[in-house]
């Protein structure tokens, strides 16, 4: 799997591994991208570095590990929120 794209926490997401030099992370890295028309701070992050993935299928994991743990807070009560009481 050289590239994952998928929906959680109502953002889109494109994990991948990194090849080129350019950017943040390392070449090897399993990235992933937040790929919006509002950029932030937090657009781009290396899950080798802070989630310790190894594999695009890692990635997908942690972060949907992540958004489920750290669920969104627009005003309105999320999805897991609900379920939980």
């Not at 494109?14 to 030099?21: A, D, F, L, M, N």
């Not at 997908?60 to 897991?80: C, F, I, L, M, T």
């Amino acid at each position: 799997m050289a590239k994952a794209k998928f929906t959680t926490g109502n953002e889109k997401h494109v994990v991948y591994k990194k090849t080129t030099k350019r950017g943040e992370g390392k070449v090897g890295d399993i990235m992933v991208n937040h790929p919006t028309k509002d950029k932030g701070t937090y657009d781009t992050i290396s899950l080798t570095r802070t989630e310790k993935a190894k594999t695009v299928k890692q990635g997908v994991a942690a972060e949907k590990k992540w958004h489920k743990q750290n669920p969104k807070d627009n005003g309105k009560k999320s999805r897991v929120a609900k379920k939980r009481g």
